[in-house]
């Protein structure tokens, strides 16, 4: 079984800290992606990675930035958390398309609240 | 973003009934995707449909790859008190996955 596991279920941070949110999955996947779910605006992609130290914005990049320097592992950094990045920040990962499966495979989230 | 459009929004049914739920897209899709999320958690993939006309079973859980490929079906027969959550429908572009508005099940014992 794919497993995407996320280094927090729950995260209270202070406006201006700096949060890192890591994601682990032990499939062999390729890409990696950080999403954002909100009530009312639904899935909405941060980042993706499609390789090791390759990375690709999303559709809300600002505010964020990523790492990844193992295939396993894909960071997300708040730079300098700010009340309106109060969220549940999702992890998942897939093969490459040409690997034949396009399933996306998520974490158990992370609740991010920023006071 | 984009979204699939997912109907109905949200159902109250009783326990033991069956529940149809379908996706619809204006643009073709190869590959479509059913999860299902519980409060709290991350979505749980369920289903993946790769054909056209595809008819695939999960247990108590059938979705069908519409022959159209703009469309996708979920059905959940005998549903149980656990079906409580939102399912939603996906589908992959390159690299960026669409995904639908959500159905919220609601199950009454």
């Known amino acids: 079984d794919v497993k995407v596991t996320q280094s927090s279920r729950y995260l209270v941070k202070r406006t201006g800290e700096k949060v890192f949110l890591e994601c682990v999955q032990d499939?062999?996947?390729?890409?990696m992606f950080w999403y954002r779910q909100d009530p009312g605006l639904g899935l909405r992609l941060i980042y993706f990675?499609?390789?090791?130290?390759?990375?690709e914005k999303g559709d809300i990049p600002e505010g964020y930035s990523v790492s990844r320097e193992k295939k396993e592992r894909f960071s997300l950094i708040l730079e300098s958390a700010s009340t309106n990045q109060t969220s549940m920040y999702l992890c998942?990962?897939?093969?490459?398309?040409?690997?034949?499966?396009?399933?996306?495979?998520f974490g158990p989230g992370t609740r991010l609240t920023v006071t | 973003g984009q979204q699939l459009n997912q109907s109905p929004q949200s159902m109250f049914i009783q326990e033991g009934e069956d529940v149809s739920m379908n996706c619809t897209s204006s643009?073709?899709?190869?590959?479509w995707l059913w999860y299902k999320q519980d409060p709290g958690e991350g979505p749980v993939l369920l289903i993946a449909?790769?054909?056209?006309?595809e008819l695939t079973s999960n247990g108590r859980l059938t979705a069908q790859f519409g022959i159209t490929r703009k469309d996708s079906f979920l059905n959940i027969s005998a549903s149980i008190p656990s079906d409580v959550g939102i399912y939603f429908c996906?589908?992959?572009?390159?690299?960026?996955?669409?995904f639908g508005t959500g159905t919220r099940l609601k199950v009454l014992a």
């Open positions: 990675s499609y390789d090791v130290k390759m990375k």
């Open positions: 998942a990962s897939s093969l490459l398309e040409d690997r034949g499966s396009y399933e996306q495979y």
């Open positions: 996906a589908g992959p572009g390159t690299y960026k996955y669409i």
């Open positions: 643009s073709i899709f190869n590959t």
């Open positions: 499939m062999d996947h390729e890409n």
């Open positions: 449909l790769y054909k056209a006309g």
